[in-house]
């Protein structure tokens, strides 16, 4: 495959314009994300083979039941497995182990997120529910989940093991242990063997976006706040394993769904799909647990890889901005150019010189070759893992190295202060 | 991830004019549909991505529209239009004929929450295009009016050239690039703007 700037060698023209480069190279990654589901996929050319040994069917009037999957457009479609929804699921059903006493009358959505929202755990306790998982693939499991809060009540540490296994085989590439506090996260992936650590910064911010079920659901509750007018959510009253629940549904993105008990409104179960993979999230038959901390097992909340594992600490922007991405690769350019942090963003407040010049400033031999390289290095190591480990094909390095060169150079040779879209 | 071969590029080994063959040899025989399908089954998907923001009406509405290519294909002169841009045509007149009939709508990814949306946790290439760049090609997208949201998906996710964007929108290739230069000008202030 060509390159991005010979592909859209038409709309760029002689331009010279960083901004305009890097928005198409961005565009251009965006849209590679999207791919039909194997599902569908598989459902379609079933489909067309039907029509096509039976010329006479209208092609009007063939409609395959919709398989929901969950990919909204513009997201990634690569995911290692379902633990982040997963943790959302739990966390969000983890509130609801605090609920007990309210009153089965009926409720809609914002109701049972309301009371779910509200609710917070006691202080320097811990939860632990395990649920049973299956993954269409014929893929079974459990979700081991475990919940701590800290003396003002707020969840602290959270520890999440998921196993999959298919044929009494276990399924490395489903399975991960995932330890969280508000110091940092470490996920341990056994398909690579790899520890993955990312900083505090990340660890908060992930802390406050996945797994505070409080604030999980607080989030579902806004969403439907701003989605008054086409309530996102399906409620209704069903019976799941035998237990009433309110089956509340988000509709339109991947047929996920959530089974609240109606007396207690712990989390009996979940569904979702996922990278054309159904999943289902049954709890266990010993339900919620909640304890005081003190009495959760030793070991509960480290993480216990091999130690063998390969260790990967990965500095990921503080948030969403252009800026934040760069402070993830300060790092790298300091190494580089033989400066300092401090050094180096004074210079690049000045607004006179590209990342290279000031590069050069300190490192004269310095080229964007090389610097785009010496910033590539730490992913490239990363991805030569994945390689090796089988989970990434060579040429699907080779994909994510050649759009991560294009953006980095970019970035090195633009103008300062240049955002996406600026001149 | 998509890779070559998961989404095929007008190089791969075959070219257009084998492509003409394809499309003959599956009006003769509709069971050899197939190669063409897999040519571009993920181009009509990407492009209904970007025009549906419901990537379950999109997946529904790739297979009506292979389905529809399918039945039609006999009618289909391979010397009056490239097949991309009939089939794309079809797609294109799908996606308007579903805003138009369906007007629902659903919860998006604009909408969702940021934690149920699937990210790349492990994958250091997504922390960096993914992160920051992506975060704001959806405020910007998301702003773009239908039409230039429309042009872009049709160069960038169904990876049609300008030639084809324009024999799509009925429109010569010299007017569908200004318009397409304009649409990815249109993009960039948004995109410059979401990063403000």
């Known amino acids: 495959m060509n390159p991005p700037n010979e592909r859209y060698s038409d709309l760029i023209g002689d331009q010279d314009d960083p901004a305009l480069l890097e928005c ?44 929901a999957w969950l990919h909204a457009p513009w997201q990634a479609a690569r995911w290692h497995l379902a633990s982040l929804t997963l943790a959302v699921l739990v966390a969000v059903g983890g509130i609801g182990a605090y609920l007990h006493g309210q009153s089965p009358t009926p409720v809609n959505a914002q109701t049972v997120l309301h009371r779910a ?46 196993s999959m296994s298919k044929d009494g085989d276990q399924a490395p590439q489903l ?25 505090p910064g990340a660890s908060d911010q992930q802390l406050e976006g996945v797994f505070v079920g409080t604030l999980v659901a607080q989030k579902l509750s806004r969403a439907l706040d701003t989605n008054k007018q086409q309530n996102p959510f399906k409620l209704q009253q069903a019976t799941l394993d035998g237990v009433s629940v309110y089956a509340l549904q988000l509709e339109g993105s991947g047929n996920q769904t959530f089974y609240f008990n109606t007396q207690s409104y712990v989390l009996e179960g979940a569904d979702w799909v996922q990278n054309g993979k159904s999943w289902q999230a049954r709890l266990g038959p010993n339900g919620y647990q909640v ?80 610097l785009v390289t010496a910033l590539m290095a730490p992913f490239k190591s990363d991805l030569d893992a994945k390689v090796a480990s089988g989970a990434m094909t060579p040429a699907e390095e080779a994909d994510n190295l050649s759009r991560l060169r294009m953006k980095l150079t970019y970035m090195v040779t633009g103008q300062p202060g240049t955002k996406p879209g600026s001149k | ?31 050899a549909f197939a190669p063409l399908y897999r040519r571009y089954r993920h181009r009509v998907y990407a492009y209904l991505c970007g025009r549906l923001t419901n990537a379950e009406d999109a997946a529904d509405l790739t297979q009506q529209v292979f389905l529809q290519a399918l039945a039609a294909l006999p009618r289909y002169r391979t010397r009056s239009t490239p097949f991309g841009v009939w089939l794309f045509r079809i797609a294109r007149n799908a996606a308007a ?99 403000e």
Request: charged residues 20%; negative net charge.
């Open chain 1, 24 to 67: 198409i190279a961005d565009l251009d990654a965006t849209c590679a994300t999207f791919a039909l589901p194997p599902e569908r996929d598989a459902d379609l050319a079933r489909s067309l083979a039907a029509q096509a040994g039976n010329p006479n069917r209208r092609s009007a009037g063939i409609r395959l039941p919709r398989l």
């Open chain 1, 117 to 162: 929202a509200a609710v917070s755990p006691g202080p320097n306790e811990a939860t632990h529910a395990i649920y049973r998982l299956t993954a269409s693939g014929g893929y079974t499991g459990t979700a081991d989940v475990w919940v701590g809060t800290d003396a003002s009540g707020s969840p602290a540490e959270f520890a999440l093991t998921v």
């Open chain 1, 175 to 199: 399975s991960s242990r995932r330890i969280q506090t508000q110091q940092t996260m470490q996920v341990y992936d056994p398909a690579s063997n790899t520890v993955t650590i990312s900083s």
């Open chain 1, 291 to 370: 304890m005081a901390l003190s009495t959760v097992p030793a070991h509960t909340f480290t993480l216990n890889a091999p130690a063998t594992a390969r260790v990967v600490t990965v500095t990921p922007p503080e948030g969403t901005s252009k800026g934040s991405a760069e402070d993830g690769l300060m790092k790298g350019i300091v190494a580089a150019c033989d400066t300092t942090a401090q050094v180096f963003n004074a210079a690049l407040q000045k607004g006179d010189k590209s990342i290279l010049a000031i590069c050069q400033q300190t490192n004269p031999g310095m080229t964007a070759d090389s």
């Open chain 2, 1 to 31: 991830m998509q890779t070559d071969a998961a989404i095929p590029w007008d190089g791969d080994a075959e070219t257009m004019d084998d492509e003409a063959a394809l499309v003959r040899a599956a009006q003769q025989d509709p069971a």
């Open chain 2, 97 to 195: 004929d579903l805003h138009r009939r369906n007007r629902r709508v659903a919860i998006t990814w604009e909408a969702m929450p940021e934690e149920l949306q699937p990210r790349a946790e492990h994958d250091v290439e997504g922390q960096v295009l993914q992160r920051e760049a992506l975060a704001h090609l959806h405020v910007a997208m998301r702003n773009l009016d239908p039409d230039t949201r429309d042009l872009l998906m049709l160069r960038f996710a169904a990876r049609l050239t300008a030639a084809e964007v324009g024999a799509v929108i009925g429109k010569n290739t010299a007017a569908a690039s200004k318009r397409l230069q304009r649409a990815l000008q249109t993009l960039k202030e948004q995109y410059h703007e979401s990063t």
